[in-house]
């Protein structure tokens, strides 16, 4: 690769080429406290919220050269004065002999070799710990006696981020740092804006002893700031001002003279950007100056992954797959369930956007095996601003747990999304398989209100509040019969005024039923089950009677019967959705399904991707709202919005087609972007939200990285339907659908307490078929894996191959999921 390559045994990408086409960025800590390092050791960190309580000011519109948030200055004495250079290659781009950057679990390892010192620089928040820690190792590869100062600068922000570029004054007026110097020589910068100095302080500190420290940007770089971050002039002084700025762009620098370093020789320093109360600062800011506390914190970091990933465990005959499934997927699960979409290089944190309710309900389905504690506690609060009508308030902020409509409407458009609830029945139903937790279901969480307090507001079980939520789709349906689309459904931008109807939203719902319905017969409520069979088979045959297009289905209708998506229309003829999650709802028909996806195939798919429809809108049009504001090709409007490609997946795999699944999951996947990177440009080891579709001139150019639904589904498509490793309310089925040219795979699948050893066999090359189900030796009736409760590994054997007829219908009949 031009820029890096997968190190599996480490479970890191390593950058060796500092000039990626974009910052390539990984995370630290949670939103809790943490952020954003980036490859060149910027960083942009924050605690809780990264709207309102922002520590780093990091401005990603600036070019790539550019410091920000965080860097560090590495200073050799001359006998002329100092040669400076950043160790971090930012901002002072000086020639290197060695660049690595190594992207691992929670943590970002940079490690330099620039004029004969090699710097090693680990980055990383400590489990549970409000503090970055910056575990930085100098050597001296030269053969003789050097002096060196290592000068780390953090640049802080206002807390209120978007304060800090709306206001010029007040903002600098306010900023304050003070300064303690301790009896071993360290030093320990307080930042906070004054208002916020009996709350909240941010600190800089060090485990050495400091020469001396900076504290006022205007000073640091010199000369009215016509000095610059690529050369600060004040590091041609011998010692830094010590300056406790009482107002301006607040930094903090820290110069550590480490005197002379011999040969071969390695000097530690740690460093610590952290947010406490001010009581505790001190106190908090000794427990890392402590090595031993420092290499404890980075393996508990590591046996945090370590037990999350071991859940899921694969061996298939394609190595970027096994890298993707085993490593960077669940990482980026875990990455999106934690951020939402708050925090990323492209969605900035800054604005009124909170934790979604759609998005974190499919995000939470990502993370299920692994981190089932921190999925259930998200659930809870989505759960928490469901209305006592079954819709859901389209987003919430976490530290306050106010909920708002989302994006503002024009009058008299609907003041809900029409999809939203239905996510949450998938995710609890996808939960309690995983867990068993059934008591879950009966938990009390109340509905939300903005009038009333907490105390006040109507409760009811979480089984209650997925009932509503499937009560809110069934009456609120239009002309067609079809359910309302609202503002919007999962496409955002389609904004489609008065009654308009969805198809997607009806087959969500179809969904939820038959998640319902299974959940329903296993609980043995059977009335429930009935009347939610019905009413997925009454959904089935409106879907089937008004939106079969005759080689597809219709995407919407509008409130005067209008279709959009459908061969009547010039632009947005055929949409994905609208295809792949008819067949996953099991609304269409074995027919329907096949043609479906064959139209998918021969009008949407380029080999960067499924594209979301097509032809494109070209030119704004108010009546089909957001869509129509990019070109053609781009996002929404004819791209390949990544979301959307693992549905195509699933509905390949339920009708039996492994090969077309794998080669929609590979050319996706960005393990596998090897020659196409500088056309791509993001990171190579996450999923992007966007790739421009081919109707854009710069096509298979990706965008949005990290915070994606994209990520969860991914996922899920691996594991529960390519690899067919799922978990359902008896136990774990294993049904997979996969290339008949794979011989097989194996799989550790960590399961209710019990570990499964399975090696799946493909003597005779199907792609879909289990013939035989051995556990221990012994053969099992059916493909459900049952669970142990020895908390034993088990090794079981399934072997693929061609069914016998009746099994083959019995087999199709569930893979359509007719509601019988
Ligand atoms: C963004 C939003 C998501 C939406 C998608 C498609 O990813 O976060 O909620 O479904 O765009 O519009």
Redesign the pocket.
Known sequence: MKYGFFEDAKREYVITNPKTPVKWTNYVGTLAFGGIVDHTGGSLICKGDPALNRIVKYMPQLPSSEFKGEGMYIRIKQPDGYKIFSPFFVPTLDHYDKYECHVGLGYQRIVSEFYGIRTDVTIFVPPGENVVVRDIKVTNLGDELVELDVVPVVEFTHFDALKQYTNADWVPQTMTVDAEKNADGTVLLRQYAFMKKQYENNFFTSNVPVDSFETDRKVFLGDNEYGTWANPLELQEDHLSNIEARRGDTIAALLHKLGEVAPGETKRIVTQLGQDEPAKVTETSKKFRSLEAVDAAFAELGAFWDEYLSKNWIETPDAAFNSMVNIHNPRQCHTTMNWS?YLSLYQLGLGARGI?F??SSQDVMGVLAGAPDEAKALMRRLISVQLPNGSAMHQFFPLTMEANEGDSREEGDKQWYGDDHLWIVQAVSAYVKETGDYAFLDEEITFYSKELPLAEREKGTVLEHLRRALEFTRTHTGKQGLPLLGFAD????VNLHGDAESVMIASLYGRALLEMIDLMEFLGDKTSARAYRANHAHMKKVVNEVAWDGEWYARYFEEDGTPIGSKENSEGQIYTNAQSWTVFSGFADEDRALQALESVNSKLNTPCGIKLSWPGYDGFDPAKGGVTTYPPGAK?NGGI?L?SNPWVMIAETMVGNGDRAFQYYNQINPAAQNDTIERFECEPYCYP?NILGDEHPQFGLARNSWL??TSSWTYQAAVKHILGLMPCHQGLEVNPCIPAEWDGFKATRKFRGTTYNIEVKNPDHVSKGVVSVTIDGEAIEGNVLPVFTDGKAHSTEVVMGVMVEEEQSQESQKMVLAEG
């Open positions: 979409r979604g759609r998005d999962w496409n955002d931008t929404e919005f979301h939200q994606s639904g």
